[in-house]
């Protein structure tokens, strides 16, 4: 089951006071150029160096971050500093002449075995290059728990916040895991929660919204 579902407000803070520019006015559908995202650097526990990758979907909708060595665990076997990890990428968005992008749903997904009085956390704040600190988003998921679980951050189209027309912002993701042993047996089992599947990558994906740019900011 899914692990959560948080709609508009709280994700709307975060990108509230992000930029004052000129705001592009008509949704189109996405510019028929591709859209080039390198990463221009990474940072954290969860994703130490090349195992961090990012993708844009064929149609412009969505651009996929896959991490293959992304696991927080507490108990059994696990060192003290095992039970958080973060990963914080820095995105350099190259987007077509003429458009403007917003984030308008992000889809988590990963696997998780807690043990019964244990519970994990997911938390992921997003911002562009110069704004201000944003408000994080967590989800809980709680022991007994042994399944996939996924979780989904979604905006509402009127509390978008766009990148600003005519330059280029970096993109920020910060993400974190975290598990606690609770009240089950740290010293004889081991819970673990994981941005990664069975084959070893979890597909993060950040859905766009477009915009047209006024012409005098293209």
């Known amino acids: 089951m899914p692990a959560g579902l948080v709609t508009a407000g709280a994700l709307a803070a975060m990108f509230a006071s992000a930029f004052s520019t000129q705001q592009p006015s008509v949704i189109t559908n996405p510019p028929p150029d591709k859209i080039v995202i390198e990463i ?3 940072l954290g526990s969860g994703c130490p160096a090349g195992t ?3 993708a844009v979907s064929p149609d412009n909708t969505a651009f ?3 991490y293959s060595d992304y696991l927080a665990q507490v108990g059994l076997g696990s060192k003290p500093t095992d039970f958080r990890k973060n990963c914080q990428l820095n995105l350099d968005v190259h987007v077509p002449q003429g458009f403007t992008y917003a984030i308008a749903q992000t889809d988590y997904r990963g696997y998780a075995k807690l043990e019964s009085g244990a519970y994990g956390t997911e938390k992921a704040s997003y911002y562009f290059q110069g704004s201000s600190a944003t408000l994080p988003v967590t989800h809980t998921l709680r022991g007994a728990y042994g399944d996939n679980w996924q979780t989904t951050d979604k905006i509402e189209v009127a509390e978008m916040v766009w990148a600003p027309c005519g330059e280029r912002k970096n993109f920020n993701i910060n993400t974190e ?4 042993g ?3 047996d740290t010293s004889k089992t081991t819970s673990f929660m994981a941005m990664d599947s069975t084959d070893g990558s979890i597909n993060t994906v950040y859905h766009l919204a477009w ?3 006024p012409k005098s900011a293209k």
Do not use: Q
């Open 52 to 54: 961090a990758a990012v």
């Open 177 to 180: 895991l975290r598990v606690f």
């Open 64 to 66: 996929t971050v896959t």
């Open 182 to 184: 609770g009240t089950s």
């Open 211 to 213: 915009k047209e740019c």
């Open 40 to 42: 221009a650097s990474v």
